[in-house]
């Protein structure tokens, strides 16, 4: 990509900076709440705070924004109220690493301080550009009718390591407003913007809609600065409602290794574009082909393109970004998630969201779904262990795990079965997961499962998370259901509490299913057969804390399961601020 950085985008862009050095998320969609927007708790509770999730010392965070590895550091931007614990008052918070475990927290990068911006800086992404270093693009609002634009800022000195402080040049500043037909109060979140050797164009995609239809349009640029909408829209679909924080970038066929953007057009690769609906407020994606030549890109037909596709997580899981780790060659994800409880109760608390585990994702074999796992540097912060082997459960045991603590874990294990004659019959009609997984829970006997783990539980079981697997026998197949269920997790019933669940593509022929769970104080970060299937649930126990949680493997299915191995570690607390 040499040549790149000469002539007119080093030019403009430099005469950019200079022009002001001047320092100065969030979606739409959520629900405002005036009265507690400014008001700071007097005391910041920490019982169901999490010890190696990130999050800050107290308000309110949301997405993840322009998260990027540059000159020895990883950087994390995240949507933050510096005033509140709900949304409201929002910058990008800024904070670097050099492991993405532990954190070391910047003065917020962007905050209101510009036309273009004075009524909000919301989610984006960044892009670096090789020889000149990185760029943000973000979206700002100009007025009190949410009209949407996007913008840019560059470090006040790219040198910095830490790139501490950043400025928005008045040059060109917002480099995209929303020509006639375009939705502009729906409008937002760029991409991270990727470069076509072939015409020298830059690209970059924005999520919007066009009334029931998502939306990902496209914008070209030969500067950086100047940029075009495309004729068409890279991709839409019908019936999805408003695309925020659109992702788009290859995977490669063979391996696990990542890719930069610039390998869009390389041969053996698919292609992934994720949206974050925000009807749902869940996360969909689909695997598919991107021609350079008409830069459309086309979804494969083996899952579907809309609300019944293929999820990131199946759980509290949303306005995800990812990016590439060239310092390991892999694609790293991140992911916000949300409170459960009521904005009351955050108030009360000080806090509100976290950030889920980064996990590398890569392309599954089968070329039907992607995988996650969480980054290996997470390993560093296990603790004390305890393992278990060849335990076998009959049909209503459940066995405590002790020796660490469990409501600051990580348990990895394999469950086996000599026969799957005693599944249960899947009807066809049971096409959510996570309706099927209120209706079954897994107090209810079956067949093959429910089996798994009681995470984050009183000693009496008054209060549990249940984490399992159960297996269902349909005409041609097995279909296997991965399960978070909170429905049990706390005594307190004004709570939300969701049974999350999702169904995992997988090969039974060895009769073994795998499991991964991240327990966290309010958080279950689960990963199933592997990181095939994933959900993260948010829960509140009342009993169930600190010293007072326990850990247990169960079988609440008529066939005998077995523990193949268990290893679970107390978890030391990451390093934050």
Same mark, same amino acid.
Request: proline share 6%; hydrophobic share 35%; glycine share 8%.
């Given at each position: ?317 949303? *306005? +995800?970004? /990812? $990016? ?11 992911? !916000?998630? @949300?409170?459960? &409880? ?70 990895? *294990? +394999?469950? /086996? $079965? ?11 009609? !049971?096409? @959510?997961?996570? &309706? ?142």
């Amino acid at each position: 990509m040499k040549g790149v950085c000469d002539g007119k985008v080093f030019v403009l862009l430099l005469l950019s900076l200079l022009c002001v050095i001047q320092h100065n998320g969030v979606e739409a969609s959520h629900k405002t709440y005036p009265t507690y927007q400014s008001v700071a708790s007097s005391e910041v509770k920490e019982i169901h705070r999490t010890a190696y999730h990130f999050q800050p010392p107290s308000h309110w965070i949301n997405d993840p924004n322009g998260p990027m590895y540059y000159n020895g550091f990883y950087h994390l931007f995240y949507q933050l109220n510096p005033k509140g614990a709900v949304w409201g008052n929002i910058v990008w918070a800024h904070s670097v690493s050099t492991d993405l475990i532990n954190w070391t927290p910047l003065e917020p990068a962007i905050y209101p301080s510009k036309p273009w911006d004075k009524y909000g800086c919301w989610s984006g992404s960044a892009t670096i550009i090789p020889g000149m270093g990185p760029v943000i693009l973000y979206t700002g609002i100009i007025d009190d009718k949410n009209t949407q634009v996007q913008c840019y800022a560059v470090p006040e000195n790219a040198s910095d390591p830490y790139l501490k402080k950043w400025v928005k040049p008045d040059l060109h500043n917002p480099i995209v407003v929303a020509e006639e037909g375009v939705n502009g109060s729906a409008f937002r979140d760029p991409t991270t913007a990727w470069y076509g050797k072939e015409d020298g164009h830059w690209r970059m995609i924005v999520g919007s809609k066009r009334k029931h239809r998502g939306m990902a349009y496209l914008y070209r640029s030969k500067d950086f600065l100047k940029w075009v909408k495309a004729k068409h829209p890279i991709h839409s679909s019908a019936d999805t409602g408003m695309w925020e924080c659109p992702d788009f970038y290859p995977v490669s066929m063979k391996g696990q290794n990542g890719l930069d953007l610039s390998a869009m057009d390389a041969p053996d690769v698919k292609h992934v574009l994720k949206n974050s609906l925000d009807l749902t407020r869940y996360e969909y994606y689909t695997l598919g082909s991107y021609s350079t030549s008409t830069d459309k890109y086309v979804p494969d037909n083996t899952s579907e393109d809309g609300w019944g596709g293929l999820r990131y997580d199946y759980g509290n899981f949303y *306005a +995800s970004k /990812s $990016f590439f780790d060239p310092s390991k060659n892999r694609r790293i994800l991140w992911g !916000w998630a @949300n409170e459960s &409880d009521t904005p009351q109760d955050d108030v009360l608390k000080g806090w509100a969201g976290i950030q889920a585990i980064p996990r590398t994702v890569w392309l599954d074999p089968n070329q039907r779904q992607l995988v996650q796992w969480p980054i290996e540097e997470l390993d560093s912060l296990r603790g004390e262990q305890v393992t278990m082997k060849d335990q076998v459960l009959q049909k209503g045991d459940h066995i405590e795990v002790t020796g660490i603590t469990p409501a600051q874990a990580d348990v990895d *294990a +394999s469950f /086996s $079965f000599t026969s799957l004659d005693n599944a249960e019959s899947f009807d066809p009609s !049971w096409t @959510n997961a996570q &309706d099927l997984c209120a209706q079954k829970g897994s107090k209810v006997q079956g067949g093959v499962g429910p089996f798994g783990l009681l995470t984050l539980a009183s000693k009496k079981l008054e209060e549990f998370t249940p984490v399992f697997f159960r297996i269902f026998k349909a005409p041609d197949k097995h279909v296997v259901l991965l399960c978070s269920d909170a429905s049990s997790s706390t005594l307190k019933k004004s709570k939300y509490r969701p049974s999350f669940a999702g169904f995992v593509d997988v090969d039974l022929a060895e009769k073994r299913l795998l499991l991964r769970s991240l327990i966290d104080h309010s958080v279950v970060e689960s990963f199933g057969a592997g990181g095939k299937t994933n959900v993260l649930s948010r829960v509140y126990p009342e009993l169930a804390v600190q010293n007072n949680a326990h850990l247990f493997v169960f079988n609440n299915g008529t066939e005998p399961i077995k523990i193949e191995y268990l290893s679970a570690w107390s978890m030391k607390p990451a390093v934050r601020y």
